[in-house]
């Protein structure tokens, strides 16, 4: 049950001496963030500083004015310190994506407030039915057990207080407390993934069993009690088959190769490799054989594996990330930019632009002419086609078709046929960490 002190002492478990702590707390005007904000308002124990931030997009017309009034209204009637973000015209709203553009935007706010105002701890509103819609969609991506473990409570200084209670709990908290708060009724539309779940998934579940929420609240920590000891039996391993960590990572590939795959996954997932097509290629590469991830470059040298850390600014170099061909790219012009995370777009002025998830990606990249057999899975198509049949179907000419390059990664998959159509397989979604944005 959600009350002022088990909230509190649900507060002590995730933080050493919260008192001495200093927080910023992202209100967006709804429910839950609401009742974050009353009983962080009325913890006694508190001796830091707390200021709230709020970020609105303009999505929702007077409804968006209205959810960022009833909570500086809060603040100014508390006495707290009230940060705003107001969406405008120069922050370029992508077509796709919007909760994703949504989330990165105001993560990089928050960020900035905490910096700005020396703000120890981002606290956010995640409850329990959060946690329940996040194990499901992860469950439909075979995530595997990492992410079937759910939100961490507390993950690099975001500490989420109300994970272990639910979202009914936290509504009869405002309703006896007389809390003020905003139903966004766009929750209810079920457009996106999310939403899908919540609408229709979850309560048909909740009807199966009057304590499933709680018997899912133990199965994932019986899940991070197995994730737990899984990591630390496969550090053992790595462990003994460490050549040296000096310089570079070396480790003994023969003694890798007679592990389970699950723990040559683990492992190799370690330095950004993480497919089993790429993992597959490098137990049988040649010596001298290189691959490529965000931030490790691999390479081959008998039965050893060494990593060399991309310690650059950029992490890979343009030569790297692309082999060019020598050719005559006419008018078009390639700008490559990898970032930690998604900027908004900016008006470019090119033919086109485009976003990859990077971690999906198998490095180095190349741009070359089509050969036979090409295929790859269009935006906006269903399934997959032959490149020469995409070139059939756009009716171009011969002159034209010479002209077009295709974009490929290190598997020799094609990412994009350039300028005219990018594959969906890597595009962009709620859980893309890292960009790689091609103009």
Known sequence: MLTQLSFQNQLQNLITNPEK?????????????????????????????FHVAHINYKLRGKDSDLDQKTVEDFCCQNNIKFHLYEVSDKD?????????????????????????????????????????????????????????TGIPANDNHIVRPLLNFSKDEIYDFAQENKIKFREDLSNKKSDYL????????????????????????????????????????????????LISNLEN???????LYQESDLVKFEILKKYGFKKSEEIQKIFTAETGSSFYSLNYQLIINRNKLIFKELNRKTEITEEELIVIQSFDFNENTI????SERIDPVQETGKTFQWEFDAEKLT???????????????????????KISKFFKD?????????????????????????????????????KTQKVLRIV
Request: no cysteine; net charge positive.
């Open 363 to 385: 490095f180095p990249l190349q741009i070359r002419k089509k050969k036979e057999g090409d295929y790859f899975y269009p935006i906006g198509m269903i399934g997959k086609k």
């Open 249 to 255: 990572i070396i480790l003994d590939k023969k003694k």
């Open 194 to 241: 999310r939403n899908k779940i919540r609408n229709e998934i979850v309560p048909k579940l909740l009807e199966t069993n009057d304590h499933f929420l709680e018997n899912f609240q133990k199965s994932l920590f019986y899940l991070n009690q197995t994730k737990n000891f899984v990591h630390q039996q496969i550090e053992k391993t790595e462990d003994q088959i």
């Open 394 to 430: 756009e009716k171009l000419s011969i002159l034209a078709k010479e002209k077009i390059w295709l974009l490929t990664d290190g598997n020799n998959a094609v990412l994009g046929v350039i300028p005219l159509r990018q594959d969906k397989r890597y595009i962009l979604t709620e």
């Open 92 to 148: 370029k709203k992508p077509e796709n994506s919007i909760q994703l553009w949504a989330r990165e935007l105001r993560y990089r706010f928050f960020k900035q407030i905490q910096e700005q105002e020396n703000l120890g701890f981002l606290v956010t509103a995640h409850h329990l039915n959060d946690q329940l819609e996040t194990f499901i969609i992860n469950l439909s991506k075979a995530s595997g057990i990492n992410g079937l």
């Open 21 to 49: 702590e200093s927080y910023l707390l992202a209100v967006s005007g709804g429910a839950d963030s609401m009742v974050l904000l009353h009983l962080f308002n009325a913890l006694q124990i508190l001796n830091g500083t």
């Open 335 to 338: 700008e490559i930019n990898l």
